[in-house]
């Protein structure tokens, strides 16, 4: 079964601390990996996709890994603000179809 | 339109009472798809659909779920029957097949929030 895990589901930090954020799937035959945000009552946000040919891919303070040998993804957020509080959420979409799974999402609390 | 819009944004429903989700994808979006949220967990997929045509519904829970695209932009998620279980953000989503890159990401409406009494 395809399935994605996220650890931690939670993360309270202070305000300007780098963090990581990890994402595991199985199978590794992956097409793509999507990372997303979501805030409270609200819909999803597109952070960054990577293809399964590249191996990270950057946006602002933003950088996601992908390490496909190993079924790992990393969200890396650089000198965290307190706006970067809410739930990201990794989701794969395997060769054969578009529906991405996900994974439970990580709650970031990001204190000032 | 300037994304993907779904309405109504909230809904509550009476056991046994039929209901529609409706979700206007992006303009010139392909690909359109349906999730489910429950309170505290990730989305699970439903089903989705390229044009008019439904391409995978695997994950439709029960013959009480119903989608349709019949002009390939605006859908609509139909549940007949509700039960308290069904209770949860339904999410539209749309994408742009078949351009590298940010070609394959999906955007995402606000959801629908039901709830069944």
């Known amino acids: 079964k395809q399935e994605v895990t996220q650890i931690p589901a939670a993360l309270s930090v202070p305000e300007g601390e780098n963090l990581v954020l990890n994402c595991s799937f199985t199978?590794?035959?992956?097409?793509?990996l999507q990372w997303f945000r979501q805030d409270p009552g609200k819909g999803l946000t597109s952070l960054l996709l990577?293809?399964?040919?590249?191996r990270e891919q950057t946006s602002g303070r933003l950088n996601a890994s992908l390490d496909k040998s190993s079924g790992r993804s990393t969200l890396y957020i650089a000198a965290s603000q307190p706006g970067d509080s809410a739930t990201y959420l990794c989701?794969?979409?395997?060769?054969?179809?578009?529906?991405?799974?996900f994974g439970k999402g990580t709650k970031l609390t990001v204190n000032p | 339109g300037a994304g993907v819009s779904q309405s109504p944004r909230y809904k509550v429903a009476k056991r046994g009472q039929d209901v529609a989700l409706r979700c206007d994808p992006i303009?010139?979006?392909?690909?359109l798809f349906w999730y489910q949220q429950a309170l505290g967990q990730g989305p699970e997929f439903l089903t989705y659909?390229?044009?008019?045509?439904?391409?995978?519904k695997s994950g439709l829970p029960s013959d009480r779920f119903f989608a349709e695209r019949p002009e390939g932009s605006v859908s609509t998620l139909k549940i007949q029957r509700t039960q308290q279980e069904d209770s949860a953000v339904y999410l539209c989503?749309?994408?742009?097949?078949?351009?590298?890159?940010?070609?394959?990401?999906?955007?995402f409406g606000p959801g629908t929030r039901l709830t069944v009494l």
């Open positions: 989503a749309s994408s742009q097949v078949g351009r590298r890159e940010r070609g394959d990401t999906q955007y």
């Open positions: 199978d590794s035959a992956i097409y793509n």
């Open positions: 990577i293809q399964s040919s590249q």
């Open positions: 989701a794969v979409s395997w060769g054969g179809s578009e529906k991405l799974v």
């Open positions: 303009s010139g979006h392909v690909s």
């Open positions: 659909f390229q044009n008019e045509a439904q391409l995978d």
